[in-house]
């Protein structure tokens, strides 16, 4: 059942990326695995997936525990992150989606340079309507791109934004294209050298491919209806 869910996710991507243009390959698949148990994970991987997201640190502990046998997974934490669970962070996650400050940028730095590795993360943009209120605004974000530049331990790869849901995905393109124009915008100005997007969910995934996403981070659309709780 994960399986064919998978295969229909990624044929909705290919399709979305050839009306743009885009080659179905610049677009990777983060399957979003939380509320959902290990087994879940297993199957999405028989089907090929090897990129997953956790939005908790505390819950992904005992799965990326779990499932340190499974050969080639990226574990991506797609949701906020309080300070204090960096360290924890750094070692369960090889990418970050969600650095909104620089206060969070210096300690994910210092942690992952003790560790010794150079931590993927990208900066989380709150474009407004959003209910959780993560994210740097539009205005910040220059000053903190050039911030986090300074860090050698932290490889900004690019730009992540959680825009409202809407039941329409056409109301979501406007965020989307912000975003990149946004992602543009840093990158003119030599704030950011990564063009990684992520954006798009299991509802409005076409759109957001259209519009240029990198990462699509899909849970339901993979893993069914999120089951505990
Ligand atoms: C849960 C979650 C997703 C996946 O959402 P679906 O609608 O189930 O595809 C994507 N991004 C973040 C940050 C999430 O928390």
Same mark, same amino acid.
């Given at each position: 059942? $994960?399986? #064919? %869910? ?5 044929? %909705? $991507? ?6 743009? #243009?885009?080659?179905? #390959? ?41 499932? /340190? ?37 210096? %300690?994910?730095? %210092? ?23 993560? #994210? /740097? ?5 220059? /000053? ?77 659309? $993979? ?7």
């Amino acid at each position: 059942m $994960i399986a #064919g %869910r998978v295969a229909a996710v990624r044929e %909705r $991507i290919a399709r979305a990326a050839a009306r743009a #243009g885009r080659a179905p #390959g610049e677009v990777t698949l983060v399957a979003v695995s939380k509320n959902h148990p290990a087994q879940a994970v297993r199957e999405a991987h028989a089907a090929g997936v090897r990129d997953f997201g956790e939005n908790r640190v505390q819950e992904a502990e005992g799965k990326v525990r779990a499932l /340190a046998g499974l050969s080639g997974v990226t574990w991506h934490l797609v949701g906020h992150l309080q300070a204090n669970k960096a360290r924890k962070a750094v070692g369960l996650f090889q990418r970050v989606h969600s650095v909104d400050s620089l206060d969070l940028g210096r %300690r994910l730095d %210092r942690v992952a340079g003790e560790a010794g590795l150079a931590l993927r993360a990208l900066v989380q943009v709150e474009l407004g309507g959003e209910e959780t209120k993560s #994210g /740097a605004s539009p205005g910040e974000l220059p /000053a903190l791109l050039q911030g986090l530049a300074g860090l050698s331990h932290l490889e900004i790869e690019g730009l992540m934004a959680l825009p409202p849901y809407h039941e329409d995905p056409e109301k979501v393109r406007p965020f989307f294209a912000r975003l990149r124009a946004l992602r543009d915008e840093a990158r003119a100005g030599g704030l950011l050298t990564g063009g990684e997007l992520s954006m798009g969910m299991s509802h409005d995934l076409e759109v957001a491919v259209e519009e240029g996403a990198t990462l699509v981070r899909v849970g339901t659309a $993979i893993f069914g209806e999120r089951v505990i709780r």
